[in-house]
């Protein structure tokens, strides 16, 4: 548009060098972008594309050669180069997929599902709860003697992406049960309980399993998570490699926040799996959430707290 004024006021100064009166001053093309109803020339030039004599004329006077379109070949790498970009930073910062390898979250995940995992809040200081299931990566050696996966190129570079669940990170998904502060316990079958707080898990555990596993491995516990953890179990009690039984590692079995990639928030593949994955009702009861330690501030730092504001206070209610 810019280029489209200078033309026109080009073409006028050299009117009046040879002697041509003045015409009365219009005004600039530029004032009618403000309006959507405006029509005319100048309209015409913006909105249709058609050529005016000045805007089809280069500098002195001469055509202007139109210039030739960019041919689609051309354009589809720098296309397929945006279109990869923002597939890495969508997997980076939004959202990404990851696959089922096991059966240790039946039935609410079933091998081979895709899930896709929130990697945004976690940005903004969101921290997991009660409740979740969580994507976290090993937080000392869970997996040891897992088998794993041998990629070829194209699922290496597909996952490196986003577009497909990468087959290398040492990743792993499960229910949060305890968060800092929480005392966890399960004693015979259950119920587990949080803070003393009975779970009803009928609507997650797998069908045929009791919420707490009896054996001298781990499955018979005590915890107090402590701040900057979590305690995580798997949906399917009795068949999940999960915080009881790595009690023995270097965080007695718990997760550090730290560790968390985010929180899978929806069943994406099978088509026929597509389901969100909400918190169950049994998280939400009253009285679940450890009670703080009370802090009682001494009288005379609440004296001075008073004050140092009364100034502050006097003074704004003075000033004009």
């Known amino acids: 548009m810019g280029d489209v004024a200078v033309g026109a006021r080009s073409g006028h100064d050299g009117e009046e060098h040879r002697g041509r009166p003045a015409e009365p001053a219009v005004p600039a093309a530029d004032s ?21 004599t000045a805007g089809d004329q280069g500098p002195g006077g001469t055509a202007r050669t139109p210039k030739k379109p ?11 180069g945006i279109a990869l970009v923002l597939a890495l930073l969508i997997k980076t910062f939004l959202v990404q997929a990851f696959s089922i390898p096991s059966d240790s979250m039946q039935n609410t995940l079933q091998q081979g599902d895709r899930v896709l995992v929130d990697k945004l809040t976690p ?53 949060v049960i305890g968060v800092g502060g929480d005392t966890v316990e399960c004693k015979g079958t259950g119920p587990l309980t949080v803070n ?71 069943i994406a593949w099978p088509i026929n799996r597509w389901d969100n ?25 609440q004296g001075l707290a008073l004050a140092g504001v009364a100034p502050l206070v006097w003074w704004r209610r003075r000033k004009p």
């Open 70 to 80: 960019r041919s689609f070949w051309k354009e589809l790498p720098i296309l397929i």
């Open 277 to 301: 994955l909400p918190v169950p009702d049994t998280f939400d009861q009253s009285g679940l959430n450890a009670q703080p330690a009370a802090v009682n501030l001494p009288v005379a730092p």
């Open 123 to 175: 940005w903004f200081g969101s921290e997991p709860e009660r409740g979740e299931v969580v994507v976290f990566h090993d937080p000392d050696n869970w997996l040891a003697g897992e088998p794993t996966t041998d990629p070829n190129a194209l699922q290496t570079f597909l996952s490196w992406i986003g577009l497909m669940p990468s087959a290398e990170e040492k990743d792993l998904i499960k229910r």
């Open 32 to 52: 009618t972008v403000t309006s959507g109803n405006d029509s005319g020339a100048a309209e015409d030039d913006r909105v249709t594309g058609e050529h005016s």
């Open 196 to 266: 003393g707080k009975a779970l009803d898990e009928k609507s997650y555990v797998y069908a045929g399993n009791t919420p707490c596993s009896v054996d001298d491995q781990g499955g018979q516990f005590k915890v107090k998570v402590p701040e900057g953890h979590i305690w995580v179990m798997g949906d399917h009690r009795q068949n999940s490699r999960d915080s009881r039984y790595n009690q023995s590692d270097k965080n007695h079995g718990m997760v550090p926040v730290k560790e968390v990639v985010g929180r899978a928030v929806v």
